[in-house]
């Protein structure tokens, strides 16, 4: 799902990024969002959107406490309004660096009286990106300080180079999810989940080809997909799989002639059309008890092989 341009959106080096390795990948993330900006092969191939803003200044912000849009972008909790934008607070925020190791690094955001006039609840969060063979990991550890439930969503927005830099076009690039995906889709309208669903557009149930005419409508949205994981790649080729076992739907967008694929693992979902009424009771939230915490969390393989696709 779209995003507006991040201040970080230039195509080169992120000031303040911290870097962190294994022996098959390497990764910066800016304390701005805590946002992945830059992920590498070892042979220094970049698998990562630049950020280039002549397209979209994102490159894979964190969604939190919201994913897409309230109705009139306004939060309203026990009879009082708050403006919330787009996707909410956190990747507008500069983190605080609480743990840095050769190969991971944790970023923190708690809440202040910034936080407050947009989200009114205490919370911790914690965003640790771990390198493992050819594995990153990022895990968000959302935490309840206060005394009742906490309500929030949690997304990632990685946007992934389309074609990646293994050889094959763009329109050799494939989707394939784990399982077969035959529930309907849904589209944002005006940033608000659509009323009314489409047809999966999967080939034989499993395979997304991925087109620029695809997107003119915006980002699929699989409100209830069976897989847990899917891989992006030309058959035969290196590739990536992206995995997301706890988080219960999927966006994928791009923009129309823009060289990057975003895919997106959530917790919830945009506010549907003609929603109203309290944010507790929005649907697709988590629901945090008072000293507790929930993780989200997605991963990032690189594949030597991509397997062979079928479609």
Same mark, same amino acid.
């Given at each position: 799902m779209s995003v507006e341009p991040a201040s970080q959106a230039t195509a080169g080096k992120v000031e303040g990024a911290v870097a962190i390795a294994s022996d098959h990948l390497s990764a910066e993330v800016a304390p701005l969002g805590a946002e992945l900006v830059r992920l590498r092969d070892a042979q220094g191939r970049e698998l990562l959107w630049n950020g280039d803003a002549a397209f979209w200044g994102g490159r894979a912000p964190l969604l939190f406490p919201i994913i897409g849009r309230l109705p009139g972008d306004e939060l309203?909790?026990?009879?009082? @309004?708050?403006?919330?934008?787009?996707?909410? &607070?956190?990747?507008?925020?500069?983190?605080?660096? =609480?743990?840095?190791?050769?190969s991971s690094v944790t970023f923190g955001l708690d809440a202040d009286a910034q936080t407050r006039e947009q989200y009114p609840f205490d919370f911790a969060l914690r965003v640790t990106y771990a390198l493992a063979e050819?594995?990153? @990991? #990022?895990?968000?550890?959302v935490s309840n300080p206060g005394t009742a439930p906490l309500p929030a969503s949690f997304g990632f927005h990685p946007a992934f180079l389309w074609p990646l830099p293994? !050889?094959?076009?763009?329109?050799?690039?494939? &989707? =394939?999810?784990?399982?077969?995906e =035959?529930?309907? #889709?849904?589209?944002?309208? !005006?940033?608000?989940?659509?009323?009314?669903?489409?047809?999966?557009? &999967?080939?034989h149930g499993d395979v997304l080809e991925p087109t620029d005419a695809m997107f003119e409508r915006d980002a699929l949205i699989f409100t209830e997909p069976r897989s847990r994981h899917v891989r992006f790649g030309v058959s035969g080729l290196p590739g990536l799989e992206v995995a997301f076992p706890g988080m219960p739907?999927?966006?994928i967008w791009s923009k129309p002639g823009a060289p990057f694929l975003c895919i997106e693992p959530w917790y919830g979902y945009a506010s549907p059309e003609g929603a109203s009424g309290d944010f507790a009771g929005k649907p697709g939230l988590a629901h945090i008890p008072p000293g507790g915490a929930q993780d989200f969390a997605m991963s990032v393989r690189w594949l030597p092989d991509v397997g062979r696709i079928e479609a």
């Open positions: 309203v909790h026990e009879g009082r @309004t708050y403006k919330m934008l787009q996707h909410g &607070l956190a990747r507008r925020r500069v983190f605080t660096l =609480v743990d840095k190791g050769p050819a594995t990153l @990991t #990022i895990t968000a550890t293994y !050889g094959g076009t763009r329109a050799q690039h494939r &989707l =394939v999810f784990e399982k077969a =035959v529930a309907p #889709i849904h589209r944002p309208v !005006g940033g608000l989940l659509s009323a009314a669903a489409e047809p999966s557009p &999967l080939v739907q999927l966006g």
